[in-house]
């Protein structure tokens, strides 16, 4: 699996199906981004068939269906919209369509699944939770910084076993590669693509929300700069925020587009959870200078250090989870509104940010 590029990295985990075949058919529309691939590699391994594809680029169809050849090329997006045999439509297209895509596929009776940002406005937001209360459908977004990596999973597991006791403070480290050249016009542009804070900042808020066990959050302070991409004037390749959880955990998290090409990885990710009674540090794609291979945990707690590579050990439940909740009408891999709330703080976020550059 490569990892030099954040864009087209695309996890693969062991299979384990959750359902009969057939039983969960996905149809898929818009391809503007590489998770699609990881986010149909976790719904293939959970038991998922990925039936359909629609994109108005048949370059990048056809490097789907290298990926998932059982995805039949569809003429349009209503053809997959209209197909009573789908459950679920998952998609991938620039950031500010996606919210809407959703709200389509949601008022013809389908589950939706996307890559985030899956919005890029409030408004957005609010017409999502709207559709979402008149249907019933599910709009789940693939938060793949928590979901797609066996760290963060086991991390979580931790903290619920109490690890660390407490939890006090999170701290979410989030840089990433820029590869210019192969980025798409859109990727510029902060009114596509949402702002670094929006766009991968809702990683890190989730990520906050989630080993906080936080309900709601507030912004106490956030900022966004552009320091090394004068010919792209609105571009943001810096930005962190301050947030408050309403059980009192604290959290602060910086993004950024600076990735040195010496990195054997698009970002080395980090995430700092203090308890009262111990702290882990996860080492999410790789320990720098020492192992290239990620998913390293560290755990400090009352018996000593403890290093904990758990690459392969752990798997990735949300997608299990999710197939069967979209059967079984649950909310286990992860509710409504903390899909809903992780971007809610990452709009505001970006909102409010001061400019510093």
């Not at 990710?269 to 882990?280: E, K, V």
């Not at 079984?328 to 409010?352: C, K, N, V």
Request: neutral net charge; aromatic residues 10%.
């Amino acid at each position: 699996m490569q990892k030099a590029d954040g864009m087209n990295y695309a996890p693969k985990g062991q299979a384990k199906a959750v359902c009969s075949p057939g039983e969960f058919r996905v149809g898929v529309i818009g391809l503007d981004h590489g998770h699609i691939y990881g986010m149909c590699n976790g719904l293939v391994e959970a038991g998922a068939e990925v039936v359909s594809v629609f994109d108005p680029d048949p370059a990048k169809v056809a490097k789907f269906q290298q990926a998932f050849p059982r995805a039949v090329a569809a003429p349009a997006e209503t053809a997959l919209l209209e197909d009573p045999s789908l459950q679920m439509i998952a998609g991938a297209p620039v950031p500010c369509e996606r919210g809407p895509l959703g709200v389509r596929a949601m008022r013809q009776g389908k589950d939706y699944f996307t890559d985030k940002p899956p919005f890029t406005t409030l408004e957005q937001l609010a017409a999502a939770r709207e559709a979402v209360r008149q249907t019933g459908r599910k709009f789940n977004v693939y938060y793949s910084e928590r979901l797609h990596v066996e760290a963060a999973v086991y991390a979580g597991q931790l903290i619920q076993a109490g690890a660390i006791g407490r939890v006090v403070q999170v701290i979410g480290l989030g840089p990433h590669r820029l590869n210019p050249a192969s980025r798409p016009p859109w990727f510029w542009d902060p009114k596509k693509y949402g702002g670094i804070l929006c766009d991968i900042g809702s990683h890190q808020i989730e990520q906050f929300l989630y080993f906080a066990g936080a309900k709601s959050a507030r912004l106490l302070h956030s900022k966004v700069g552009n320091y090394h991409v004068p010919q792209y004037p609105q571009f943001q390749d810096f930005g962190d925020a301050t947030l408050l959880a309403d059980n009192g955990v604290t959290h602060y998290c910086r993004v950024d587009w600076f990735t040195p090409d010496g990195l054997g990885a698009w970002g080395d990710g980090r995430t700092f959870i203090l308890g009262t009674a111990g702290y882990i540090e996860l080492r999410k794609y790789l320990d720098i200078a020492r192992e290239p291979e990620g998913d390293q945990v560290y755990l400090v707690d009352a018996k000593g250090e403890h290093r904990l590579p758990v690459h392969g050990r752990v798997g990735f439940p949300y997608f299990g989870q999710l197939i069967r909740d979209c059967l079984d009408r649950t909310e286990i891999a992860m509710t409504q509104e903390h899909a809903f709330l992780a971007i809610e703080l990452g709009l505001q976020a970006q909102a409010q940010a001061q400019w510093i550059t």
